[in-house]
């Protein structure tokens, strides 16, 4: 019995092992091409490396929406997915005197977004800086009424976000409204107007697109003070019915402040108010600063010395390896949030185009993005993503 069974069974049991040795050839096969696949789909952009957690962007300037910077432009599509203006829809660039617009800038910065699919932001509405003095002004430089000071405002908005309905997916309605000290701050705005400045400008761009997201933006917004200023503002106007879709912490930030703690503490107490939280002018100043002072405030400006630009033939290795720890802290925390962030926008592509250049100092040679003045990634740029990749 047992020889009959061998001699029916011998063939069937050649077959097997055929059959197992073709599987395990398959197995590992499939195993060889997982690995292949697994390194071609290993980060190699920004937009990739935090793909369903947040969008990362840039805020562009007016020779990148012109088409002409296109080492900038291939940084641009190649590495992001959300866009913001630097200055070309702020007041004073867009509608710089009564009843004339100039909007071929923003017509080519939103045509932009369009072309590429990007999640395109609009900053800002009001704002008491890059406001034109007509503005606040009658015909003989005396403050206008409340009343005709709410009817100008109302036409820009409607004119400027109307003109952008359904292609500009989000506003900073008001910026920086808030002192360090979580007061508002005395701009001509509130000065004429009062505090119902800020309902009216989120009603009138309510108005102007009811489907845009809607966001309060100003910087320092870690500091405890300011942020319960912010925390205050919003709730007044949830209270009000005046939907808020966001909070924008700026994050001009430098090599050792503000501590973490304190930036993740304004995330979660913004977050608890039910709005997204978007980190919309991200940086990291490398030099000295003649002040204490942190932020963008740009009035706070100072006359050039040699001290504080200290890094004109590049960036020692020592710094560097700084601001790469700094990156990777900052987006290991933006990673950690990443159920509350909505978007994380650098402010500028590249070293050469940021505003840290000539802020708060004319003339300095600084080094705040991930990008250097070569269009090329910085060891920053690479210890981000290798971060990233570790959390996925």
Known sequence: MMNRY?????????????????????????????????????????????????????????????????????????????ISPENLLKWESVHPRPNEYNFEPADNYVALG??????????????????????????QGKPVSKEELLK????????????????????????????????????????IIGEEYLQKAFEFAHQADPEMELYYNDYNLWKPAKRDGAVRLVRNLQEKGIKVAGIGMQGHYGLHAPSLEDIEASIEAFAALGVKVSFTEVDIDVLPNPSNRQGAD??????????????????????????????????DLFKKHSDKIDRVTFWGVTDNDSWLNNWPIQGRTSYPMLFDRAYQPKPAYEAVLKAAAKTK
């Not at 937009?47 to 940084?75: C, H, M, P, T, W």
């Not at 509405?125 to 009658?138: A, C, G, I, R």
């Not at 820009?156 to 979580?182: M, P, Q």
Request: proline share 3%; glycine share 6%.
């Open 6 to 82: 061998k001699a029916l069974f011998a063939p069937g049991l050649v077959a097997a092992l055929l059959a197992t040795s073709c599987t395990d050839t398959n197995k590992t096969t499939t195993e060889g091409e997982k690995a292949a696949q697994t390194a071609t789909k290993a980060p190699v952009s920004l937009k990739e490396a935090f793909e369903g957690d947040f969008y990362v962007g840039a805020a562009l300037n007016g020779r990148q929406v012109s088409g002409n910077d296109a080492k900038a432009l291939n940084i641009i599509q190649e590495q992001f997915n959300t």
């Open 298 to 331: 740009i009035d706070a400006t100072f006359e050039f010395d040699q001290k504080y630009n200290v890094y004109t033939e590049g960036l020692p290795d020592s710094v560097q390896q700084q601001l790469t720890q700094r990156y990777v802290e900052l987006f």
């Open 114 to 139: 369009e072309q590429h699919d990007l999640f395109t932001v609009g900053h800002t509405l009001v704002w008491h800086n890059q406001t034109p003095k007509w503005v606040f002004e009658d015909a």
């Open 152 to 191: 100008r405002m109302q036409d820009h908005i409607s004119t400027v976000a109307g003109r952008y309905k359904g292609k500009i997916d989000s506003w900073d309605v008001v910026n920086e409204a808030l002192n360090d000290d979580g007061t508002l701050r005395q701009s001509p705005w509130l000065k």
